[in-house]
């Protein structure tokens, strides 16, 4: 009789140990499935099929809710479909999970701007750049410049918009957004270099077509 708790015990841990196993090769199984859920996702996305691309990060998420890049882009998603309401809970949960992202930082400072919410989103911009593994700095301080220009920091949003163009001299968007900080601050001469410069950039594009107006509103023809 001594010795039969120790035989319940051996049987017991040997049947933790087997759950144990069945547990991690589940979970090893589903995160693969989870990544090929995101990855399906990920060309729906590039297809333009917004419907099916949800539901396939959706099912990556549920396979795997420890995926931040999973939430990232789901956001991403919610903001293509014009939900920043949406998008920013999934960029602040991926945030969550990571708070070290640098880019699901930047996206929640996007989320926040679509909502004019520009005092968040100039402080998410800030976490943004703060992180030395942001892939897009001019991206975030060209966003930066915008947020400030809407909170009328005309001056701190001129020196982030230059240091944007400084990185990336081809970017349009921050010599247009430039371009209404000089009108502004009535700095009309420098206001209509900038328009320029963005609608030599990139003529087609929308901020070289909104160039083009703003020029003609300064008396210069497009």
Same mark, same amino acid.
């Not at 990544?35 to 959706?58: T, V």
């Not at 897009?136 to 005309?154: C, I, T």
């Given at each position: 009789?001594?010795?039969?708790?120790?035989?319940?015990?051996?049987?017991?841990?040997?049947?933790?140990?087997?759950?144990?196993?069945?547990?991690?090769?589940?979970?090893?199984?589903?995160?693969?499935?989870?990544?090929?859920?995101?990855?399906?996702?990920?060309?729906?996305?590039? #297809?333009?099929?917004?419907?099916?691309?949800?539901?396939?990060?959706?099912?990556?998420?549920?396979?795997?809710?420890?995926?931040?890049?999973?939430?990232?882009? &789901?956001?991403? &998603?919610?903001?293509?479909?014009?939900?920043?309401?949406?998008?920013? #809970?999934?960029?602040?949960?991926?945030?969550?999970? #990571?708070?070290?992202?640098?880019?699901?930082?930047?996206?929640?400072?996007?989320?926040?701007?679509?909502?004019?919410?520009?005092?968040?989103?100039?402080?998410?911009?800030?976490?943004?750049?703060?992180?030395?593994?942001?892939?897009?700095?001019?991206?975030?301080?060209?966003?930066?410049?915008?947020?400030?220009?809407?909170?009328?920091?005309?001056?701190?949003?001129?020196?982030?918009?230059?240091?944007?163009?400084?990185?990336?001299?081809?970017?349009?968007?921050?010599?247009?957004?430039?371009?209404?900080?000089?009108?502004?601050?009535?700095?009309?001469?420098?206001?209509?270099?900038?328009?320029?410069?963005?609608? #030599?950039?990139?003529?087609?594009?929308?901020?070289?077509?909104?160039?083009?107006?703003?020029?003609?509103?300064?008396?210069?023809?497009?």
């Amino acid at each position: 009789m001594s010795r039969q708790p120790r035989v319940w015990l051996a049987v017991l841990l040997a049947s933790l140990w087997l759950a144990g196993c069945a547990t991690t090769e589940q979970t090893e199984v589903q995160r693969l499935q989870a990544r090929a859920s995101y990855e399906r996702g990920l060309a729906h996305m590039r #297809d333009k099929q917004p419907a099916l691309a949800l539901n396939a990060i959706q099912e990556a998420i549920a396979l795997d809710g420890t995926g931040a890049t999973y939430r990232n882009a &789901l956001g991403l &998603l919610y903001l293509e479909l014009r939900r920043p309401d949406l998008a920013l #809970d999934e960029f602040r949960k991926a945030t969550e999970i #990571d708070p070290h992202y640098a880019e699901a930082h930047l996206n929640t400072g996007i989320a926040l701007a679509e909502s004019s919410r520009w005092e968040e989103a100039a402080a998410a911009y800030r976490r943004a750049i703060a992180m030395p593994t942001l892939a897009v700095p001019h991206v975030a301080y060209q966003n930066l410049g915008l947020a400030l220009f809407h909170l009328k920091r005309y001056r701190d949003a001129e020196q982030a918009l230059k240091f944007a163009v400084s990185l990336e001299p081809q970017m349009e968007a921050a010599y247009y957004n430039l371009g209404l900080v000089f009108v502004a601050e009535g700095r009309k001469d420098e206001a209509k270099a900038a328009f320029r410069r963005a609608r #030599d950039l990139a003529p087609q594009s929308p901020f070289g077509q909104a160039a083009v107006g703003q020029l003609r509103a300064l008396g210069e023809g497009g």
